[in-house]
């Protein structure tokens, strides 16, 4: 032990009996002399497993600890003999209620929400889901507040999604957002520790489980593991989704994102995701774009800048209309900048039409194509500071004079 040991909760084990105990508390002793710290008896507890009462009352009374039950708080999670239980994991849904109610939700964008999707409340599910096989009532409270929060702004909703939530957790090049889905994640974590089984890594846990639990010789065979510790209920649902038998995993090593994408599979390339998010676009004109491109924007404002853009409803072909308009322009750099201003005026032309709609006020053409090309300079002048040749530079100078 080091006095690291105290900048969190810390568990020693021992075997419940008098000698390991004394052993323990002597460690414990020799260390507080050396460092100076000492455990606080009111913070500490004793839990035990298959001890009787009367012993665990004189193991309590010689440590000065109270008897703890399970489950316990560990490190933000619950640690528990048995498998979790929804209400167990009531902790982690609300964590995320909290964290959206603490967020100032109206003045997010669509664009906003996704990174405080991606980057904050699923980074919390996905802490537990690399500990734990949650259950699937709770995946889908996750995915409902996620849901909720991205469309609304809300953890609870009665506003319809304007886009599946299975096609929005496709990548970027599939028509999607790239935001994680949850059920698949947990499956392709915890299919990790299978691996590590079967595989025998060289770390302790693994070696504890194959040495107490597996008495049978696997050889590394997935197959035969998931045989070994049982057929049926989450063994046999592991089996079937990441169908880890037969899984060839790039050199030979399991990663959670290459079996999440396995488990997720791989849909046809989105012919306009390069123009979509296209880098020198803002990201919440590319998100208002995208809803666009999917015709899915509410009916009114989708009528009003299709019809703008000569772009039929019933039309289909539209995978053309960015390389159309940026046909001359020439150069990287000039064909983005394009591309950037497009995706600002789909974006003002719908914030127009909101803005008529709901409050009655109607934007001047001039306002509307000033805030055009200030957003475009300044967009341009932080993406392209490090990239642009004295050629682009002198275009783009020319093209906002």
């Not at 609300?94 to 959206?100: A, E, Q, W």
């Not at 996620?146 to 469309?151: K, S, Y």
């Not at 957002?177 to 949850?182: A, P, Y």
């Not at 006020?361 to 300044?378: N, Y």
Request: charged share 25%.
């Amino acid at each position: 032990m080091n006095h690291m040991c105290f900048a969190d909760d810390m568990l020693l084990f021992c075997k419940g009996e008098f000698v390991s105990i004394k052993l323990m508390l002597e460690g414990l002793l020799t260390f507080s002399e050396a460092s100076g710290l000492i455990t606080n008896a009111g913070k500490s507890n004793i839990f035990s497993a298959n001890i009787e009462r009367r012993c665990l009352e004189d193991i309590c009374e010689i440590t000065g600890y109270a008897k703890g039950s399970l489950p316990l708080k560990y490190l933000g999670v619950p640690i528990s003999s048995k498998k979790l239980t929804i209400v167990d994991c009531e902790m982690l849904v609300d964590k995320l209620v909290c964290r959206i109610r603490t967020w100032g939700t109206r003045n997010l964008s669509y664009a906003g929400r996704t990174q405080l999707v991606n980057s904050v409340l699923l980074h919390i599910h996905t802490y537990w889901s690399f500990i734990f096989q949650l259950p699937k009532k709770v995946l889908k409270s996750i995915t409902a507040v996620c849901r909720n929060f991205l469309w609304s702004g809300q953890e609870n909703t009665t506003k319809s999604q304007l886009i599946s939530w299975e096609k929005v957790c496709r990548s970027k090049k599939e028509e999607g957002l790239g935001i994680v889905d949850c059920m698949i994640w947990n499956e392709a974590a915890i299919a990790k520790y299978v691996w590590n089984i079967a595989k025998k890594a060289d770390n302790l846990w693994v070696k504890w489980v194959n040495q107490i639990y597996l008495k049978e010789e696997i050889g590394g065979n997935i197959n035969q593991l998931l045989t070994v510790v049982g057929t049926g209920g989450k063994y046999a649902s592991l089996k079937r989704s990441l169908r880890l038998d037969i899984w060839v995993p790039n050199k030979g090593v399991y990663t959670i994102q290459s079996g999440y994408q396995w488990r997720r599979g791989n849909d046809s390339q989105w012919p306009w995701w390069r123009d979509v998010w296209n880098k020198m676009n803002i990201p919440k004109h590319s998100f208002i774009c995208w809803i666009v491109m999917h015709r899915r924007i509410l009916t009114k404002d989708r009528i009003g800048v299709l019809e703008w853009l000569k772009i039929g409803i019933n039309n289909t072909s539209i995978d053309g209309l960015w390389r159309r308009v940026t046909r001359r322009a020439k150069g990287k750099i000039s064909r983005s900048l394009i591309k950037a201003i497009i995706a600002a005026l789909i974006y003002h032309i719908w914030q127009a039409r909101n803005g008529a709609l709901w409050n009655k006020a109607v934007t001047r053409l001039t306002k509307i194509l000033k805030m055009i090309k200030e957003e475009s300079r300044s967009r341009t002048r932080g993406s392209t500071q490090k990239k642009h040749t004295n050629k682009d530079a002198t275009w783009i100078d020319n093209f906002f004079k």
